[in-house]
């Protein structure tokens, strides 16, 4: 399989833990993205990186959040002091040049 | 920033009608609208998408159509078949490769088509 993969799948996790989540993208593509989606809402924008640089971060992306991308490669989004309103699918897509979005089946965190 | 508006919320269809999703969004800056269909379990595929340089695209059963004055574009599938039911989002963007190219998505619309 050469989409985009996500690890792990679903994460259950206790209030105040810390969470890391991994994204493989597609090898040749350049740039990768984190969104976050809800119940019944549409993904929303994290972050995004072209190579190793963080270009952009959503105003969604509290202090808690950190992710990154250190060789151009894989990305890990990590949440520090979870709490419940964390609780969403994290999805992780890439694209290159003139190419669209592919999107990760996606990491589901829940917050107890 | 961009904000995109979906209608509608559900849609129920009888198989082999045809079904319509409508978007309008916000930017006049943007000038690329994919859609992408989302089934249980899984990130967003997308099925099909258009630039504002043409005012509709085909392929085979899925359509699109935009309006870039009025600023909104749906989604127009025919022939309806069970496997079609999933939810169906529009998003708007600069287009793939710009320096601004981060979708915004609508809050999704949930299909089902009933056999």
């Known amino acids: 399989d050469t989409g985009v993969s996500q690890d792990p799948r679903h994460k259950i996790t206790k209030r105040g833990q810390n969470v890391t989540f991994r994204c493989d993208p597609i090898?040749?593509?350049?740039?990768l993205y984190w969104y976050r989606q809800t119940l019944g809402q549409g993904p929303e924008f994290l972050t995004y990186?072209?190579?190793?640089?963080?270009?952009?971060k959503s105003r969604l992306l509290s202090d808690r959040f950190s992710a990154e991308r250190p060789k151009g490669s894989f990305s890990t989004l990590e949440i520090q002091r979870t709490e419940q309103g964390d609780s969403a699918m994290y999805l992780c897509?890439?694209?290159?040049?003139?190419?669209?979005?592919?999107f990760g089946n996606g990491t589901r965190l829940t917050v107890t | 920033g961009e904000n995109v508006e979906q209608h509608p919320s559900t849609l129920s269809v009888q198989e082999g009608d045809s079904a319509v999703i409508k978007c309008t969004y916000s930017?006049?800056?943007?000038?690329?609208f994919p859609w992408y269909k989302q089934e249980l379990g899984k990130g967003p595929q997308l099925i099909i998408d258009?630039?504002?340089?043409?005012g509709e695209k085909k392929d085979q059963r899925i359509a699109v159509t935009l309006n870039k004055t009025a600023k909104h574009f749906s989604l127009h599938i025919t022939e309806t078949q069970p496997e079609d039911s999933a939810v169906y989002f529009c998003?708007?963007?600069?287009?793939?490769?710009?320096?601004?190219?981060?979708?915004?998505f609508g809050k999704g619309t949930l299909l089902t088509v009933n056999p």
């Open positions: 897509a890439s694209s290159s040049h003139n190419s669209p979005l592919h």
């Open positions: 090898s040749e593509h350049n740039r």
């Open positions: 990186f072209q190579n190793e640089a963080q270009l952009e």
């Open positions: 930017d006049s800056a943007s000038n690329y």
């Open positions: 258009i630039r504002s340089n043409v």
């Open positions: 998003a708007a963007s600069d287009p793939p490769g710009g320096s601004n190219y981060k979708l915004t």
